[in-house]
């Protein structure tokens, strides 16, 4: 049975950093491509951050460029999302996904993933 699990959200005041780990059992990790999604109240779902099976090439949505990174620990297999200068914008539902053998950016265009975590909640506040 796969499961994927987050942990790491929690409140933080805007400028703060968080990190978010993704903890995966029940499948072959290394054959996956790790990606976090977001959704805000009455918003749709948003693609964030995403880092691919093999080289662990990664690829970012904008609008986190620069303050996000994403890495994975095939050690453990396990994906972080550290997240810095946080706004209050960044508030949402954080969830990780898993695809396999996919290309980042396909992953950021796919509408249904193989493989989804529970979500955990970052609130950013002013």
């Known amino acids: 049975q796969v499961q994927l699990v987050e942990s790491g959200g929690g409140n933080v005041q805007a400028g703060g950093s968080l990190r978010l780990s993704c903890a995966a059992s029940?499948?072959?990790?290394?054959?996956?491509?790790m990606g976090w999604f977001r959704r805000a109240p009455g918003k749709e779902r948003e693609f964030v951050a995403a880092?691919?099976?093999?080289?662990?090439?990664?690829y970012y949505a904008d609008s986190v460029k620069g303050r996000f990174t994403i890495s994975r620990d095939s050690a453990k297999n396990t994906v972080s999302l550290q997240m810095n200068s946080l706004k209050p914008e960044d508030t949402a539902v954080y969830s990780c996904?898993?695809?396999?053998?996919?290309?980042?950016?396909?992953?950021?265009?796919?509408?249904?993933?193989?493989?989804w975590g529970q979500g955990t909640q970052v609130t950013v506040s002013s």
């Open positions: 880092i691919s099976w093999g080289v662990g090439g990664t």
């Open positions: 996904a898993a695809d396999r053998l996919t290309a980042v950016q396909t992953m950021r265009v796919r509408t249904s993933h193989d493989y």
């Open positions: 029940g499948l072959s990790f290394s054959r996956y491509t």
